[in-house]
């Protein structure tokens, strides 16, 4: 393309570890030399938090009111909150929360316009987003009814680890009332279009783990496996995913075996992003999969117990601006591959090995 990637980042909560992260992930001036930036907050906050640390030089700043206006040489701020707004470091508050939403709604009017190529959001606290009246769990949740879409796949991405969940923010206790084998052979679906076209990987290898403890031992523990995971998989398999298991989950990544797959399809959120959190916290980008446009954000909370002490690791929100314009490009390049040629199928037979079906 003839122009740089325009990078829409949001706030979030701006009492947490946003602004932060954003400001030392956008002090490397090689970000300007591959992105736009463009934040979608308060040039207020910005420069608040700036103050704040003590090894960043000079950024040249470019303050807007919409982003018709960028500067591509800069870091660009469109001031989409009040004058009035003001900070207090590391607790929730009404007017955070309301912020947050304001910076989101903004940002998310923008991508639905094409002004912005893609999409990163910087956290923000849940609790205190649902008290004012966000009728979401989370990001994805909202972004799923914006962009008018049925179904969408929490991706969690960092190098060769790709961790999805079936069931995203909800109660542990509905986990198992909320699976059904359409919807994960729909999840599957959406796995193997995301990883074709946004990571360009072709006919990935997709494990399944089980729900219950080694996955319900024949049923002795629990027979969501018998009834559901593994007809899902087969299914899967039927349609041309390469899904195999299930697995159970402790011997799967306590074994190292994820590392044999494309991608992980968990079946509840602490499942999935417990082992990869632990594998790969610094550099993790969660990445939604199944939206018409780009999102990535870090895979980390507001984190207000460091907010304004310059503690803050800046690596995973450096790895979700990268992540989305890797992606953006990949999905570039699909496209002209699907209007050029077909792609090579493989089967899942041809993967088969034994333990890829579990009983």
Not at 207 to 224: K, M, T, W, Y
């Amino acid at each position: 393309m003839d122009r740089k990637i325009v990078v829409g980042i949001t706030q979030g909560d701006g009492n947490g570890i946003g602004y932060e992260v954003i400001i030392k992930a956008l002090a490397d001036e090689r970000m300007l030399e591959i992105c736009t930036p463009v934040i979608y907050g308060s040039s207020k906050l910005f420069g608040f938090y700036k103050k704040t640390l003590h090894n960043i030089e000079q950024i040249n700043t470019n303050v807007i009111t919409s982003v018709d206006d960028v500067n591509p040489k800069m870091v660009n701020i469109v001031n989409c909150l009040p004058d009035s707004v003001y900070v207090e470091p590391g607790q929730p508050t009404p007017e955070s929360a309301k912020c947050a939403l304001k910076a989101l709604e903004c940002a998310v009017n923008d991508a639905k316009k094409g002004k912005i190529d893609v999409l990163v959001t910087a956290p923000f606290n849940k609790k205190a987003m649902h008290e004012e009246g966000f009728a979401f769990t989370g990001h994805t949740e909202f972004l799923e009814k914006e962009f008018n879409v049925k179904e969408v796949v929490m991706l969690m991405v960092a190098d060769q680890l790709k961790v999805a969940v079936a069931t995203q923010h909800i109660p542990l206790r509905d986990v198992p009332k909320s699976l059904n084998k359409n919807m994960l052979v729909e999840k599957l679906r959406l796995m193997k279009e995301s990883l074709e076209q946004d990571f360009g990987i072709y006919d990935p290898k997709i494990a399944v783990l089980g729900l219950n403890p080694h996955c319900g031992d024949s049923g002795l523990i629990g027979d969501e496996e018998k009834n559901i995971i593994l007809p899902a998989v087969q299914e899967a398999q039927e349609k041309g995913i390469m899904a195999f298991g299930p697995y159970s989950p402790d011997g799967f990544f306590g074994l190292g075996n994820y590392s044999r797959y494309d991608a992980i399809l968990a079946m509840y959120h602490d499942q999935g992003l417990t082992p990869f959190k632990a594998l790969a916290f610094e550099l993790g980008v969660n990445y939604t999969a199944g939206l018409p446009i780009v999102r990535t954000s870090p895979d980390h909370g507001t984190a207000y117990e460091l907010a304004g002490r310059d503690e803050a690791d800046p690596r995973s929100m450096i790895s979700a601006i990268y992540t989305a314009i890797d992606v953006f490009n990949k999905r570039a390049e699909h496209k002209a591959i699907m209007a050029s040629k077909p792609v090579l199928k493989t089967s899942a037979a041809e993967f088969s090995e034994k333990g890829d079906i579990a009983e």
